[in-house]
């Protein structure tokens, strides 16, 4: 058998380097939505998929108790996902991958939790998903419950608002994405209107006032210390949904981006602060929503304790 000679070593990796510099562009994969993953696969997915993309899920467990959601995998996959949510691109350099880099995406997170699952997220690591600023980055929050009042009802003849709804998006899904060579969205520009500077600063300096100790979101600073951006980010969409990517923002459509963004900054501050709270008071609170909806229910204003023992929540029966 013949030896290689160190020369022709030499030249078999520079004609190999030649070859890979060569390589035929990816095929962008159509996968609009990624759901179990890990940091590596999401940058992967973001990198040489669609650009615009979505990690969600219907069964949040998937994601919270995902790859990237382990002990060791937590705090770079949550701190990727806070860089996607910036829009700032990722360019990692690992000598044992190929370079993944993320720029010009468009990156959304829509995930459903039982409130279950959401307890052991918060307290997961120590609180390391708050800490990090993860959950401020996004728009939370806990319908009441409907469970015992969904009676049957017959299904209605037409939707005529739902239809106009999905005509006005499939009307904006038809306009092009204008991408560059590589790929990359060359995103609209979107001003405002100097009214709806004007409104956004007065909202901006109420929630900056309300930081303070003793103000009215104090306790979830995290949060509210975003919700101005969060209210420019809501107007964007509203304008887009009812105008189009182009033009500027005016002040009814900021004023109603404000509205939503103050009733999810108060959301936010429900769930956060009753997650503080003591299971007792919670029980306690508990007890008195069912006491109140017991009496409107039987038009009393009394009750008797034995009817508790009876009728409330199989926990308070015995207690």
Known sequence: ????????????????????????????????????????????FVAYGHPSIMLKSDEGSLVVGS?????????????????????????????????TLCDGYRFSVNLMIQGVIWDQWQVKQDG???????????????????????????????TPKIQAFYDQITSIMDISLSLDADGRIEAYTLNLSIEAKNTWEEFFNVIENNLK?????????????????????????????????????????????????????????RIFIASTVPSELKDAANLFDWIKGYCLENNTDQLLISEILKFAQPKFRNQ
């Open 128 to 158: 390391l998903t708050r800490g990090m600023g993860t959950f401020s980055r996004y728009l939370i929050s806990k319908p009441v419950s409907t469970m015992g009042t969904r009676e049957y009802q017959e299904p209605p003849i037409g």
């Open 1 to 44: 058998m013949s030896e290689i000679t160190l020369s022709t070593l030499d030249m078999l990796k520079q004609e190999l380097q030649e070859h890979d510099k060569n390589r035929p562009p990816l095929v962008k994969a159509p996968e609009l939505f990624c759901e179990e993953t890990s940091k590596g696969g999401l940058a992967d």
């Open 213 to 269: 100790i003793g103000g009215d979101f104090s306790e979830v600073k995290d949060v509210a210390s975003k919700m101005a951006e969060q209210a420019a980010r809501i107007a964007g969409v509203l304008h887009v949904f009812g105008k189009g990517p182009t033009g500027s923002i005016d002040e009814n459509t900021m004023k109603n981006a404000i509205a939503l963004a103050a009733w999810y900054l108060h959301e936010a501050r």
């Open 67 to 99: 790859h990237g959601m382990g002990d060791k995998e937590m705090m770079g996959f949550l701190g990727l996902i806070n860089r996607f949510w910036d829009g700032r691109p990722y360019d990692p350099h690992f000598k044992t991958a190929n370079p």
